[in-house]
């Protein structure tokens, strides 16, 4: 009681000051001067107040670090859909003949996004490695007709696009084959020089003499 008396007291004779000074010890006493203290907080004192209740003093010290109340967490990047995601190359309904490999191209708008990679399939199904690359070669395909097309994966495997399926057609021509040979047989028949023969005519007029 005797101390509130006092700090009463104290805050009268000094309400005559725009400013009052705080300051708490680290054994938790408060000290009040009308002239600026080391460590010390402003307190605002009501103008012709007669009570301790009009004091409005800033929150208690403390020893914590400060908190920047500017820091904003960063911003994240909004995932958006490619504008343009098609295979340029080899063209729909394009004929293959005999190609060790086939390259495919295939457009994109914007570039890839980090950690996004393109996934070739052939008939719904993934062939080849997932690349950072827009321009992918395939190993040799199997002769027939076949679905291409390709899709944008993310780091979780995820598919994020795909284009639309075209349609190639893989031919080849039997390696085995040579110009003059019969295709079906794969030979063709022995022919008969001219002297065999001469020699052969031969021997039937002495048997016949």
């Known amino acids: ?6 700090l009463g007291l104290l ?13 708490q010890d680290v054994a938790g006493n408060l000290t009040y001067s009308d002239t600026p203290l080391e460590h010390g907080q402003v307190v605002n004192v009501s103008e012709g107040s007669d009570s301790a209740s009009s004091v409005q003093s800033s929150p208690e010290l ?11 967490p ?17 063209k729909d309904q394009e004929n293959i003949q005999n190609q060790p ?5 295939i457009k994109l708008d914007p570039k890839l996004r980090k950690g996004d990679k393109i996934q070739l399939m052939l008939d719904d199904k993934p062939i080849g490695d997932a690349a950072e690359s827009t321009h992918i070669t395939l190993g040799q395909l199997e002769r027939g007709t076949h679905q291409l097309s390709a899709v944008i994966i993310n780091t979780s495997q995820q598919v994020l696009q795909q284009t639309n399926p075209i349609t190639i057609y893989v031919n ?5 084959f040579k110009p003059g040979q019969s295709q079906s047989s794969g030979s063709t028949p022995p022919q008969t020089s001219a002297s065999a023969l ?7 007029k002495k048997l016949f003499n």
């Open 11 to 23: 805050l009268m004779s000094l309400s005559c000051h725009a400013t009052i000074y705080m300051q």
């Open 172 to 176: 080849r021509v039997n390696v085995n």
């Open 1 to 6: 009681m005797k101390y509130i008396l006092c």
């Open 74 to 90: 960063p911003a994240v990047e909004e995932a958006t859909s490619y504008t343009a995601f098609t295979i340029t190359s080899p």
């Open 62 to 72: 403390n020893n914590s670090e400060p908190t920047s109340l500017d820091a904003t």
């Open 198 to 204: 001469s020699g052969i005519s031969g021997v039937v």
């Open 101 to 105: 490999t086939l390259p495919v191209d």
